[in-house]
Nanobody, 120 residues
Framework: QVQLVESGGVLVQPGGSLRVSCTAS????????MNWYRQAPGKERELVAG????????NYADSVKGRFTISRDNAKNTVYLQMNSLQPEDTAVYYC?????????????WGQGTQVTVSS
């Protein structure tokens, strides 16, 4: 059974930092590009960051470049999103996404989301 379980979402003050995690099971993690998306109330879901299957190359939305860092540990089947200098506009539900590549191309899995709220 495929599962993506996010954790770490909390209430944080503006300017603060937070790391959210996503642990995968039920599929070969290293075959998948991992992405973080977010969706704020009344807005469409947007891609925040992505990292290729073997790690290394990453990409970020312009709104988070220089503040957020995506990383992965294939031995732990886990992807992380380190968020620094958080602002109220970063408030959203953050979703983990597994995008199949190579032999797993066409597979696409989602987690249930974790709420990040930035407020004083």
């Amino acid at each position: 059974q495929v599962q993506l379980v996010e954790s770490g979402g909390v209430l944080v003050q503006p300017g603060g930092s937070l790391r959210v995690s996503c642990t995968a099971s039920g599929f070969t993690f290293s075959y998948y590009r991992m992405n973080w998306y977010r969706q704020a109330p009344g807005k469409e879901r947007e891609l925040v960051a992505g990292i290729i299957s073997r790690g290394g190359r990453t990409n970020y939305a312009d709104s988070v470049k220089g503040r957020f860092t995506i990383s992965r540990d294939n031995a732990k089947n886990t992807v992380y999103l380190q968020m620094n200098s958080l602002q109220p506009e970063d408030t959203a539900v953050y979703y983990c996404n597994a995008e199949g590549v190579g032999l797993a191309y066409g597979n696409d899995y989602w987690g249930q989301g974790t709420q990040v709220t930035v407020s004083s």
